[in-house]
């Protein structure tokens, strides 16, 4: 084989192996991009039962008193933290438009102080954009002493969109500890009141 | 049944012809360990990457076989279930990383240069330090078995929070292991890709690729497009681990959904890694022994790569339980239903090969028969799977189990058998021993049936995944199974024995070892292949088609 195809030779698989590294730094990025991609999606779609984390303003003029949704809460601890969380009442039963309230009591059973916090989930995930939620304990996080209670409210609403098929909604909300704030406050480490949320 | 063998050329007439291939003069390899160590060569690559895949073929099969021992009946009576789960685990993630892959990376090293006519792989060093990565990568995974708290037990999918939260400490080696072991794959879908593009012969244009080549290829695309989504999602599960941060940890604001999006994003083109280059193998052997043209040359190269498109947009059917929108599980369903149409293009190419064709049964026909059969009895409990309602029955169940043990075992690794009993002849210049390369097949296919054929029926009545103990009315399947499991594994021996007595002597093979329709350059080459072929590129005469 002569002197020039042999040149020839090395620089295509120099080109090969520069445009496959290209690639490989694109699809590594790729994944990276995928999780605030992500994020967007479910939320966007409300696919996955996220819903905003910000308060929303509620529609309160025209109440659909055609039909009747079954609203259902269910609270959940997650990961074994020493809280309670207990809403007032299992369900309530509501028109679309109509605004509700429903208080949620957190209680901290154990001896220390710590940070916990409740993720919502809406089921099904069609509903998910139509429940409009102007103030819930869910868009922060929660401090609570050792052994303390306390009482705070959801007021929500669904809007007159929500798809005629949809007749009962289920809230979930999951408590959370949040570890990195307690173990700082453990350590005796002073934290601004209401935190980063 | 007695095999026919082409008309053989004299003892005399092959070293005649292996002494020409010697016409450069070469410095002498270094002796002893360093000669391996040091190798740049591809075939003593090619060798090392098949050696290793055996010994990970093994080790892996001895853990099935304790997962196997467990359930042969109900009731714990061996091991307890912390160990069970490492066994289940440990046994997937060495038979996908460490047996199935670098055994078709070693089949790539061996046969792309001798196939497209090149004096080695294009990036020779980088090659050496791929392989050398594997036995690292696998040491380390290895030893997690004996550290505190056990090794990775979470399942070969290590879905999060089970491989985060919940995970043994050793799992920080885990991951370290599957991003050596990923390394190694990238750099030899990059060295192969750099070869096939840039090293054929003159005259050889894309089209007149044998279709190994071709699949490896289009393998190695998959590679570098998955690859780094699989480093991606380990990078982020450590982070998890070790750095507080929450990518898949609700209590954070994560969603171990989304580690689910993240790996079966990688993990379905992952499923045709392992299978493209079988496919190309079978497109080498059918009609070699059929004595006929293989149908469809061109079909089979769009089909290959429609399937690569595909698998990037079916990765949702290995999810249809996680509560998807119904719009998503309708699409995963009816793109997974549509990869059917291009691997039913490649069957049907198969089998009008044979049709007509003056059919003989080596082994390497043997194995290529049983894969064409046996494999589409995987894709059809594919098929049965890809039904989003069905699914929701079947899924983690031991219907999944039988459906991708199907495609895998007589379907992957009867595909490395059979290339193995294929290019022998090539690597060693002697044919394998006929009789226990039969007795090896019809073990091979007894058992490998035993074992996974009862699991569809244990599936469909509702027999749960992962378990080491399960409900009465299983028994009995469980019991066939288990009893297959330990032929299937004992008849591996016999393909050692077949390739150690291959290696040692046997009848000799010509060049041409397996008659005119085998006639890639390869079989241009003496048999057993020089260290050094085709230092000057051969010119490439296209067959009459
Ligand atoms: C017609 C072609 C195929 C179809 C329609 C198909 C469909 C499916 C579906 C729907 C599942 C998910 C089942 C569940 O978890 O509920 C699945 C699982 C699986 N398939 Fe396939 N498949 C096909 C071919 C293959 C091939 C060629 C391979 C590999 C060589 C493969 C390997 C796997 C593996 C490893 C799993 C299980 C993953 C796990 O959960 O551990 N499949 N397949
Ligand atoms: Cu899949």
Known sequence: MSQDDNEVRQAGVRRTVWRSVAALVGMFAFAWALVPLYDVFCRVTGINGQVDTTAQALVHDDVDESRMVTVQFITRNGSGLPWRLDVETRQVRLHPGQTSEVNFTFSNQSRSENWARAVPSVTPNTATRHVRKSSCFCFEEQLLQAGERVEMPLVFQLDRDLPPEVTTVTLVYTLYPVEGKTQKLQAGVKLDEGGEA | MA????????????????????????????????????????????????????????IGGIFALVVRLELF????????????????????????????????????NWMIPLQIGAPDMALPR?????????????????????????????GWTFYAPLSTTYAPPSTTFFILSLHIAGISSILGAINIIATILNMRAPGMRMMDMPLFVWTWLITSFLLIAVMPVLAGVITMMLMDINFGTSFFNAAGGGDPVLFQHLFWFFGHPEVYIMILPAFGIVSAIIPAFARKRLFGYASMVY?????????????????????????????????????????????????????????SFEPPMLFALAFVVLFTIGGFSGLMLAIAPADF??????????????????????????????????????????????????????????TFFPMHFSGLAGMPRRIPD????????????????????????????????????????????????????????????????????????????
Request: hydrophobic share 55%; proline share 8%; charged share 10%.
């Open chain 2, 73 to 108: 009946q109900p009731g714990m009576q061996f091991v307890n279930p912390e160990f069970f789960n490492q066994m289940t685990t440990m046994h997937g993630l060495i038979m996908v990383f460490a047996a199935v892959m670098p055994a078709f990376t070693g089949l790539a």
């Open chain 2, 303 to 359: 089909a290959t790569g429609a399937i690569a498109v595909l698998s990037f947009l079916v990765w949702g059917h290995h999810m249809f339980v996680v509560g998807m929108p119904l719009a998503a599980q309708l699409f995963f369903m009816y793109a997974t239903m549509l990869i059917a149409v291009p691997t039913g293009v490649k069957i049907f190419n198969w089998v009008t090969t044979l049709f007509r064709g003056s059919i």
């Open chain 2, 470 to 545: 399960y409900a009465l009315q299983f028994a009995d399947f469980n019991m066939v199974s288990s009893i297959g499991a330990f032929m299937f594994g004992f008849s591996q021996l016999l393909f050692v024995a077949v390739i150690v007595m291959c290696v040692r002597g046997g009848q000799k093979a010509p060049a041409a070892a397996w008659g005119e329709f085998a006639d890639d350059l390869e079989w241009s080459v003496p048999s057993p292949a020089p260290l050094h072929t085709f230092e000057t590129p051969p010119t490439f005469k296209r067959p009459a088609h």
């Open chain 2, 126 to 154: 980088l090659n050496n330090f791929s392989f050398w990565l594997l036995p690292v990568a696998f040491g380390l995974l290895l030893s997690t078995l004996f550290m505190p708290g056990g090794g990775p037990n979470f």
């Open chain 2, 393 to 450: 029955q079947y899924h983690d169940t031991y219907f999944v189990v039988a459906h991708f043990h199907y495609v895998l075992v007589p379907g992957a690794i009867f595909s490395i058998i059979a290339a193995v009993y294929f290019w022998l002849p090539k690597w060693t210049g002697h044919y394998p021993n006929v009789r226990l390369a039969q007795w090896h097949f019809w073990l091979s296919v007894i058992s490998v049936n035993l």
């Open chain 2, 3 to 58: 095999p026919k063998v082409p008309p053989q050329p004299t003892l005399e007439q092959s070293t005649a012809a292996a002494e020409a291939g010697h016409g450069h003069a070469h410095e002498a390899p270094p002796k002893g360990i360093m000669r391996w160590l040091l190798t740049t060569n591809h075939k003593e690559i090619g060798t090392m990457y098949l050696i290793f895949s055996l010994i990970m073929f093994f």
